[in-house]
């Protein structure tokens, strides 16, 4: 890619954590060229992923590095957060990047009246076997990606499906994609979502929730129809049908883990 031209810079603070992303980063930070500042935080890459960044550097996007230990999801990303300087913050996965419509909304949505806090983003994934996002039938999701930077964290108690918090009012984003390409075959994926699941049972014993019968027999159905009917992902053919059954299998665990986690404190006390 030719050296970025100079240019007038949103006054937005991308922020990015990463370990072993050479593949999705270079166009996740393509994707952030408008911002003024982008941060990036490694944790321990031993691929090619130092060195993408500092190519980008080298090339004059406005980044800074920094290397450091993994203490986890929601605690790397508000360490992120709490090194953005400019007014925004984007708050964008190594794996995802702003399609040419969002790029081009981006100083609409920073104009936005004070009384606005942040922006949902729309969120759409390419799944495994497709070579484009999702269609807009789909209902992509909505998540709180763009804020401002004095009115938004991270809840460092949770250990996965972290998200930003807002103080105020926040609104939907109508235009443009925050595109997720990462497709992984079902038995990488799997693996994924077996620590996800792994991570909420145990937040769940630590908050002291007991497992529930209803919601082990209730919820991955529940999950795949959620996914696979009221998103419309029966729009994207097989790779959707394979999709909603990872979510509803990902439930399931989830459920389990918790019942069978529980059961081993319990034997323990």
């Known amino acids: 890619m030719p050296t970025i ?11 990015v954590i990463c370990k072993n992303e050479e593949i999705c980063l270079p166009a996740c930070l393509a994707s952030l060229e408008a911002c003024a500042e982008i941060v990036v935080v490694d944790s321990g890459s031993t691929d090619g992923t130092l060195g ?3 190519d980008f550097i080298a090339r004059g996007w406005p980044i800074r590095l920094i290397e450091r230990d993994w203490p986890g999801y929601a605690k790397q990303k508000q ?4 090194q953005a300087t400019q007014d925004w913050v984007l ?6 990047w702003l399609d040419p419509e969002l790029r081009g909304e981006l100083p609409r949505l920073i104009q936005t009246p004070p009384q606005v806090s942040g922006w949902r983003l729309q969120r759409a994934l390419t799944l495994f076997g497709r070579k484009t996002p999702a269609p807009r039938g789909t209902k992509p999701e909505l ?3 763009l804020a401002r930077r004095d009115r938004v964290r991270f809840d460092e108690n949770l250990l996965v499906h972290e998200g930003l918090l807002a103080e105020g009012e926040t609104r939907d984003a109508t235009h443009g994609l925050l595109r997720h390409e990462r497709a992984l075959r079902l038995d990488a994926q799997l693996g994924k979502e077996i ?4 991570l909420k049972a145990q937040q769940r014993i630590a908050n002291g929730k007991k497992p529930s019968l209803l919601k082990l027999v209730v919820n991955p159905p529940l999950y795949f129809f959620r996914v696979y009917v009221l998103r419309r992902m029966f729009l994207c053919g097989i790779p959707g049908f394979i999709h909603a059954w990872t979510g509803a299998i990902y439930s399931l665990i989830c459920e389990a883990l918790h019942y ?9 006390d």
């Open 5 to 15: 031209e100079a240019a007038p810079k949103l006054p937005i603070s991308a922020t």
């Open 52 to 54: 993408v960044v500092r």
């Open 79 to 82: 360490f992120a957060l709490e």
């Open 91 to 96: 708050s964008v996965d190594a794996d995802e």
């Open 143 to 145: 998540i709180l990606r």
């Open 195 to 198: 620590t996800y699941a792994r």
């Open 260 to 268: 069978q986690m529980w059961i081993e404190g319990y034997r323990k």
